[in-house]
């Protein structure tokens, strides 16, 4: 009779499972036919050769087990072993580990112990709620978004003040039927989208027939996003018709429309009121900037350059006299011209050099244009540099 004989270890493998307390809860054999030796006894001999404990089914909850071996199927069974509601599980301890049969078998044939988190069933549940919790938000987004606006995509928009845009519009309405005021509110919001720039924007308004309910109607002028002028201008139509004032004016006519029209109250205690024209913002509200609402800062094409001038604001004279102090002194000066190398006579003796200093200039195609101004007659010292400073330029005159 042949008997199976365990192959020898190496140090590494004998403490594989030291520390550990493995308990099993069902079947570990696969129906498939895998596993056929995974009886109580060969697994205990497995485990004890490798440091480790193996108890069977034996879950005394008393926090010695380390990790919990099931099937899918078991688990599922169990609830989960979620705190013990099935009489026959008892409750585990919260850092014993419920992990597939997979784990213990693929430790042991890889030589090394797995993390356990690949195989535990538990992270997977995790994994398996996200995705349906993902899906449903999905879904709830596609509704929403069939009357307002996806969430998913889009967030309220906020000015450089940092003024949210949902704006509360409210009514008290006598109801005589139940003898009591009811509150009907508009809620104006305008959303941005969450994608990179150009941003989309989108209007929405709902409405409450009183405090507390749902909203019973919806308000969405235009069937795509746009652009954020068309959008804003729904927004202030809008407000113009339910609180009889324009948006502009909101801050100085707050509360003078009649008692037919829906009231705004302003943000108070310091918070942002938003982006109004100056001759519209009441002398207690602080101005938080002077930015308008457009944003192109490309000047006008029409606007002449600034003139040339230097450090001091003197239009580049001060740098035409030091530039002629410099060649003046270094032609009068003694010794020089032995110390310096002797220039190549010039072919056209009959042409002077002409400095001009300038601001450089560049037109629609970036390119560098003639100078601004001419100045005087001088001796060239040195190139023309170009930058943001005054230059200067050499040209050869007959």
């Known amino acids: 009779m042949v008997t199976h004989r365990e192959p020898k270890l190496t140090r590494k493998e004998t403490s594989l499972f030291l520390g550990l307390t493995i308990a099993r809860a069902g079947d570990l054999k696969a129906k498939k036919g895998r596993r056929q030796q995974w009886s109580d006894a060969n697994v205990a001999q497995w485990v004890a050769l490798r440091g480790g404990k193996y108890v069977g089914e034996k879950l005394d909850g008393g ?16 609830g989960g072993f979620n705190h013990g509601h099935d009489p026959a599980t008892p409750k585990l301890s919260k850092t014993c580990q419920i992990v597939s049969p ?6 042991m044939l890889k030589k090394k112990r797995q ?12 994994r398996e709620r996200n995705r349906e919790q993902k899906a449903l938000m999905a879904i709830k987004g596609l509704e929403k978004a069939e009357k307002e606006v996806d969430p998913n995509f889009y967030h309220l928009h906020r000015d450089h003040t940092f003024f949210q845009y949902e704006v509360a519009l409210t009514r008290r309405v006598w109801v005589a039927k139940e003898g009591v005021f009811q509150e009907e509110r508009h809620l104006l ?12 924007y989108w209007f929405v308004a709902k409405f409450y027939k009183k ?6 109607g919806f308000h969405r002028p235009s069937h795509a996003p746009g652009v954020f002028a068309r959008e804003f201008a729904h927004f202030e139509y809008f407000f113009q018709e339910k609180a009889g004032i324009p948006w502009a004016e909101r801050l100085v006519k707050a509360g003078t429309a009649g008692k037919d029209r829906f009231q705004y109250q302003p943000p108070t205690g310091g918070k942002p009121v938003g982006w109004a024209p100056a001759q519209y913002i009441p002398a207690e509200i602080p101005v938080i900037g002077t930015a308008d609402v457009a944003t192109d800062d490309t000047p006008d094409s029409d606007t002449p350059p600034p003139a040339a001038t230097d ?17 003046a002194e270094m032609s009068d000066a003694p010794g020089q011209t032995d110390q310096l190398m002797t220039p190549a006579p010039s072919p056209r003796a009959d042409l002077s ?4 200093s300038f601001m450089p200039q560049k037109n629609e195609d970036e390119k560098q244009i003639g100078p601004a101004t001419p100045s005087v007659d001088t001796p060239a010292a040195s190139w023309p540099t170009f930058g943001t400073t005054p230059c200067t330029m050499m040209e050869l005159t007959a």
Do not use: M
């Open 102 to 107: 997979d784990w213990l078998e693929d430790s």
């Open 353 to 356: 050099i002409r400095v001009t």
């Open 63 to 78: 926090g010695d087990v380390t990790h919990l071996v099931c099937s899918r199927g078991e688990f599922r069974r169990r």
């Open 211 to 216: 405090k507390g309910d749902s909203p019973s």
């Open 115 to 126: 993390p356990e988190h690949d195989f535990s069933h538990v992270e997977q549940l995790k």
């Open 311 to 327: 450090t001091d604001g003197n239009n580049g004279q001060d740098t035409l006299s030091k530039i002629a102090a410099v060649a």
């Open 189 to 200: 919001s305008l959303y941005e989208s969450n994608t990179g720039k150009p941003h989309l």
